[in-house]
């Protein structure tokens, strides 16, 4: 079964700086998106990224990238010049391409805080 | 604005009462779903629908029930209230194209059970 873990339940970054936050997950599959997903107080849920496994080249979003590597089966999400509101829950996700929705896994997030 | 809307936003139950949480989205998505959110643990899908008059169950659909009546609505009903279904309840949807990529969170339901 697939899974997907956040080992970092809990990171802090000061204003402005970088920050790195960590997913893994396991699969057999070879064909899959992988997900980071933003919740801020308001617990709204918001995807910030998304990356496909065939592509090699990783995903950016503005001040958001991920490092994607297939091989070692690792997602992280790099936050560059950390602002305010990026104080969030961030859950990793997985899901199975050209499948429905009961393939979608979410990791256990990690609660992001910016020091100002 | 578009969107995603749940109501109520908050609700306290009594075990053993029933209740029904509404989602309605104006995107026009076809694909819709529930999720529900507890302490140390991500979103764990509970029924979906790809479509009017089409759903299935995810991986936590016990206690629950959906139905898909119109592409807007896509309303979860609570049977029989337990106090293990205290949680918080999201709706989400997204367009044919991704499927499995759900794209538009509503702001959730926070539910209690006692």
């Known amino acids: 079964a697939q899974t997907v873990t956040q080992s970092q339940p809990e990171m802090s970054v000061q204003e402005a700086e970088t920050v790195t936050l960590s997913c893994t997950y396991d699969?057999?599959?070879?064909?899959?998106?992988l997900f980071w997903y933003k919740q801020p107080p308001s617990r709204q849920m918001i995807l910030v990224i998304r990356q496909e496994a065939y592509k090699q080249q990783n995903a950016t979003e503005n001040r958001f990238s991920v490092n994607f590597q297939k091989a070692a089966k690792s997602f992280s999400l790099k936050i560059s010049d950390s602002q305010l509101g990026d104080a969030a829950m961030y859950f990793c996700?997985?899901?199975?391409?050209?499948?429905?929705?009961?393939?979608?896994?979410f990791g256990p997030g990690t609660s992001l805080s910016v020091i100002p | 604005n578009a969107g995603v809307t749940q109501t109520p936003k908050f609700q306290v139950l009594k075990t053993g009462q029933s209740m029904t949480l509404q989602c309605a989205q104006d995107?026009?998505?076809?694909?819709m779903s529930w999720y529900r959110q507890d302490p140390g643990m991500g979103l764990r899908l509970i029924h979906y629908s790809v479509g009017a008059g089409i759903t299935d169950q995810g991986e936590v659909p016990n206690g629950y029930n959906v139905s898909r009546s119109t592409t807007e609505d896509f309303p979860l009903r609570l049977l029989s209230a337990a106090p293990s279904q205290t949680s918080v309840y999201f709706c989400?949807?997204?367009?044919?194209?991704?499927?499995?990529?759900?794209?538009?969170f509503g702001d959730g339901t926070r539910l209690s059970i006692l």
């Open positions: 996700a997985y899901s199975l391409r050209g499948t429905s929705y009961d393939k979608v896994i």
């Open positions: 989400a949807s997204s367009y044919s194209g991704a499927a499995n990529q759900p794209q538009h």
């Open positions: 995107m026009n998505h076809e694909y």
């Open positions: 699969t057999s599959e070879s064909d899959y998106y």
